[in-house]
C-alpha cells in the first residue's frame, strides 16, 4: 500500500521516530497520512511484543491525526512494522535500546497538537502511562513530566502553605477556575518523583474575581514541586515554591476559621485516615472550637425545628430530632454532606409524637420527633457535628446544626438508646433506622474491648474439671456470700476453678482487695480477669471462658449463691452422663423461697416479638411441676452449665445484644442447631437476687434496650423459635408452653 505525502504537511513527526521517555522508557510517534482512511486501525508489529504496550491518538491542529505507542524497548535495535489491521505495513523503522535514543523534545511535539490534544497528553503521562509502567520515581521521566508542564503554562501561579496539619503533611491553599468542573485526582511533581495525592478538596462556596478559593491536603516531595489538579474539562498547574506555613499550627488556623464548615470536615476526614493519633486529634479540635449550634425556636405561625442526635458513624448517620410545620411551608430537613449536597431525611426516617422546650424553661409544647439513617458510602471520620438544613416549599434553606455529640462508642450506644420513647420502639423504628447505628456502634465496641490485667490465686497446676465464669458489675454485695457457698462444697472445691471477670475496672482495687481477703479465708483456687473497660456480659463472659482450663463450662451471675452443697456435682454428671444434652440449668429461687426459674420458654407479646420466659416463675420452691428433669426450650444465663467444647463450638455468647440480655437464650438456640437438647435440673438448688447487677446501668433500665435486644432476637430466631414452641405444645397441648420432656436418652460418659 503508498500514499501520496506531498499533501502531508504535519513536520516534524512525518515519518515515525523513537524517542526515549524514561531511563528505560520509549515513545514511537507518528503522524497518519492524510491518505488513510479515517478509520483505519494502526498497530505495530515486530518479533516479540512489548509488555505493557500503550498507545493513544491525538488530534492535530490541522485537522490530522499523531499516534503514541510507549514501550520499553529490547536491549538492542530490532525493526518495527506500523501496520493496517488487515496486516499491511505502512512504514517501518529501527528500534534502538532506550539508553541509545534521543530525549523527547515536548516543545516540537505540542507545536502541530491542538491544544486540547497537549492537555489529554499531560493527562495521560500522569494516569495511564505513569501507572501502566510505574515509573512515578524515574527522573527522566519525571524532566519530561516536568517540561510538558511548563511549555503548557510557562509561568505556573503560586500556591501557598496554610498549615502543618500532621508530620509530613501540609494544608494547601489555591484558587482555580470554576469552569474547570470536578477534580478528579490531585499530583505532585517533584524532582525525583511523581506522587498521587488524596483527591478530597474543599472548594470556596463564592467565586472571587471570577476564581475559585480551593483547599486540599498535601502528602507530597519537600518543595519546590508542581501540582496538577485533574479534571474531565482540563487542568490546572501551580507551583509551590516553598514550605513556610502562614500559620504555626493546625489549631490556631482552626480556631479562627469557624465559618469554613466544609474546610473543617474536608480535614477531620483526612486526618481519621492517618495511622496514629489522627481521629484524637480531629475530635480534640472540634472539642476546642466547635461551630455554633442553631436551632429554630417553636413558633405556632412558622416552621421550627431541631436536630439533637446526629451521630456519625462508620456505616452512615444517624440524625434525631423535632420539627414543626403549622403551614405548607415546610418541606422537610436535610443532611448537608461535606461537598454542599443535601440528602433528604424523610427517605428513612420513622417519625413519633414528642414535645418541644417552649419560649420559657417551664413550658413545652407538642411536636413531631424524628430519627432517621442515612447510609453512606463512606466514613466522614470523627464528625462531631454534622451539618443540618430546614428546607422550604419556597426553596428557601435554614441551617441546622447540632451541639458536639459524643464520640465515645459506650456513649453513643446510650444515646441512641434514647432516641425514641419505649413506646415507639418498634419495628419501624429498629429495621432501618436504630438497628444499623447499633450494629456499627457495637462493632467498634467491641473493637476496644480487650483484658487488661489478670491475677491468679493459687490456681493449680492441672486443669481441673470445671471452671466456673462470674462476670462482675459494679455489685459485689453477694461475692462473700457465692464464694462462701461454692467454698464450703467439697466436690467443687477439689473439682472447679473460679474465674471473676472484672466488666467494671473502675473497682479493680478494691476487688482485689475482697478476693485476696476471701482466697485467704476459704483458699478456693480462682482467678481475676479485669477487662480494659466495660463490654457488657457477653464480652465478659467469653473473655473468662478464654481462660478457662476445666471440660465442663458454668456460666453464672455474681448474685446468684448456692442454697445447698452439691448442686454443681448433680449438674456436671447429668451433662457427662447425657452425650444429647449440650447445656443444663439448675432450679433457681427468689430469697423468699418461691420460684424464679425452671428452665425458659418463649412467648409472643402484642408486636408479635418473642420473649423470655421462665416457667411457673413466682410459684412456690416446691411446686411440683417444676420438680421434674426435664427438656426446656432454653435455660437462664444465670447459671448455665456447658462442656467447653461445645460452648467454644457455638462461638460463646453472641456479643451484639445490647449491655446484656437475650444472649442466654441466643446461646440455648445456638446449641440446639447442633441437635443437642437443653435440660433443666431441679435437684440442683441456688438463689438468684434477680438482676441486682443491670440495675446499676440507668441507660438499660430507661431506653429502649431490652425492647432492642427482644426484637433483634426475634429477628435472628423466628423461624427456630416457632418451631421449637410448636413443639413444645404438641408434646403436651394442654399445658403449650410448661411442660417439657424428661430426658430419657442416656448413656456413659
Not at 26 to 53: G, Y
Not at 191 to 197: C, L, P
Not at 431 to 438: D, W
Amino acid at each position: 500500500m503508498t500514499f501520496d505525502e506531498s499533501i502531508d504537511a504535519t513536520g516534524v513527526f512525518r515519518n515515525a521516530k523513537i524517542f526515549r521517555l524514561g531511563t528505560e522508557l520509549a515513545v514511537l510517534i507518528w503522524d497518519l497520512p492524510p491518505a488513510l482512511p479515517a478509520n483505519t486501525r494502526c498497530l505495530l508489529s515486530m518479533e516479540q511484543s512489548p509488555v505493557p504496550l500503550v498507545s493513544m491518538m491525538l488530534p492535530l491542529g490541522n485537522g490530522g491525526q499523531r499516534m503514541f505507542w510507549a514501550m520499553r524497548p529490547e536491549k538492542r535495535p530490532v525493526n518495527v512494522d506500523i501496520c493496517t489491521e488487515h496486516g499491511s505495513t505502512i512504514e517501518t523503522v529501527m528500534m534502538q535500546p532506550a539508553r541509545a535514543l534521543a530525549p523527547l523534545d515536548v516543545e516540537a511535539l505540542f507545536a502541530d497538537l491542538a491544544p486540547d490534544a497537549r492537555i489529554k497528553f499531560v493527562n495521560n503521562l500522569l494516569t495511564v502511562w505513569r501507572s501502566a509502567f510505574r515509573i512515578a520515581s524515574d527522573h527522566l521521566f519525571n524532566m519530561v513530566v516536568e517540561d510538558a508542564l511548563h511549555t503548557l503554562v510557562p509561568e505556573p501561579q503560586t500556591a501557598s502553605v496554610v498549615c502543618q496539619i500532621a508530620q509530613g503533611r501540609h494544608l494547601i491553599e489555591t484558587v482555580i477556575n470554576p469552569n474547570l468542573g470536578e477534580i478528579t485526582a490531585i499530583y505532585a511533581i517533584g524532582a525525583t518523583s511523581i506522587t498521587r495525592m488524596a483527591d478530597r478538596l474543599a472548594l470556596g462556596r463564592n467565586a472571587k474575581n471570577g476564581l475559585q478559593s480551593c483547599h486540599f491536603i498535601a502528602d507530597a516531595p519537600s518543595p519546590p514541586f508542581l501540582i496538577v489538579l485533574l479534571s474531565k474539562n482540563g487542568l490546572a498547574i501551580r507551583q509551590l515554591p516553598d514550605a513556610k506555613s502562614r500559620h504555626a499550627s493546625l489549631q490556631g488556623w482552626w480556631s479562627k476559621n469557624r465559618e469554613a464548615v466544609e474546610l473543617r470536615e474536608m480535614i477531620i476526614r483526612q486526618l481519621a485516615l492517618l495511622p496514629e493519633g489522627g481521629a484524637a486529634t480531629a475530635i480534640d479540635l472540634q472539642t476546642r472550637a466547635p461551630l455554633a449550634a442553631s436551632r429554630i425556636a417553636k413558633s405556632s405561625m412558622h416552621p421550627s425545628g431541631e436536630v439533637d442526635l446526629a451521630l456519625a458513624l462508620d456505616g452512615g448517620l444517624l440524625a434525631g430530632g423535632w420539627f414543626h410545620g403549622p403551614s405548607s411551608a415546610f418541606a422537610g430537613i436535610d443532611y448537608v454532606k461535606e461537598d454542599g449536597t443535601a440528602v433528604p431525611l424523610d427517605g428513612n426516617n420513622y417519625k413519633f409524637p414528642a414535645w418541644a422546650q417552649g419560649k420559657d424553661e417551664k413550658s413545652k409544647t407538642d411536636v413531631t420527633g424524628f430519627v432517621a439513617w442515612i447510609p453512606l458510602a463512606e466514613s466522614p471520620g470523627p464528625l462531631l457535628q454534622p451539618r443540618f438544613q430546614m428546607r422550604l416549599a419556597s426553596g428557601a434553606v435554614r441551617p441546622l446544626i447540632p451541639k458536639p455529640q459524643p464520640f465515645e462508642p459506650a456513649i453513643q450506644r446510650n444515646h441512641v438508646l434514647r432516641a425514641v420513647p419505649p413506646q415507639h420502639a418498634v419495628d419501624d423504628a429498629f429495621r432501618t433506622i436504630l438497628a444499623p447505628a447499633l450494629q456499627d456502634i457495637e462493632r467498634r465496641l467491641g473493637k476496644t474491648i480487650e483484658v487488661d490485667y489478670t491475677k491468679d490465686y493459687s490456681l493449680p497446676e492441672n486443669a481441673p474439671l470445671v471452671s466456673i465464669v462470674v462476670p462482675l458489675y459494679k455489685v459485689l454485695d453477694f461475692l462473700r456470700f457465692q464464694l462462701s457457698g461454692m467454698a464450703t462444697d467439697p466436690w467443687l472445691a477439689a473439682n472447679a476453678e473460679v474465674i471473676y471477670v472484672l466488666d467494671s475496672p473502675e473497682i479493680q482495687d478494691e476487688t482485689e482487695h475482697l478476693l485476696g481477703g476471701l482466697h485467704l479465708l476459704h483458699g478456693l483456687p480462682m482467678k481475676l480477669v479485669v477487662m480494659n473497660r466495660n463490654g457488657g456480659y457477653a464480652r465478659a463472659c467469653n473473655a473468662g471462658a478464654r481462660f478457662a482450663r476445666g471440660s465442663i463450662l458454668v456460666m453464672l451471675n455474681s448474685d446468684v449463691v448456692p442454697c445447698k452443697p452439691g448442686w454443681l456435682q448433680v449438674l456436671s454428671r447429668q451433662l457427662l452422663e447425657t452425650q444429647k444434652l449440650g447445656a443444663i440449668g439448675p432450679k433457681l429461687i427468689f430469697e423468699d423461697g418461691s420460684l424464679q426459674h425452671a428452665g425458659l420458654y418463649f412467648g409472643r407479646d402484642q408486636r408479635g416479638i418473642w420473649l423470655n420466659h421462665h416457667f411457673h416463675k413466682g410459684m412456690p420452691g416446691d411446686y411440683r411441676p417444676a420438680q421434674q428433669t426435664r427438656d426446656v426450650p432454653g435455660v437462664t444465663g444465670a447459671c448455665l452449665v456447658a462442656r467447653r467444647e461445645t460452648y467454644e463450638r457455638v462461638g460463646g455468647y453472641t456479643d451484639d445484644y445490647v449491655i446484656g440480655d437475650y444472649e442466654d437464650s441466643d446461646l440455648c438456640l445456638k446449641i440446639r442447631r447442633l441437635g443437642l437438647q437443653i435440660a433443666y435440673e431441679p435437684a440442683a438448688c441456688l438463689y438468684h437476687f434477680e438482676r441486682r447487677s443491670i440495675r446499676r446501668s440507668q441507660d438499660y433500665m430507661r431506653g429502649v434496650a431490652s425492647q432492642y435486644n427482644s426484637w433483634l432476637h426475634t429477628q435472628r430466631w423466628e423461624d427456630d423459635i416457632s418451631e421449637l414452641m410448636a413443639n413444645q405444645r404438641d408434646k403436651d397441648p394442654h399445658r403449650p408452653a410448661a411442660m417439657g420432656e424428661r430426658i430419657r436418652e442416656r448413656s456413659a460418659a
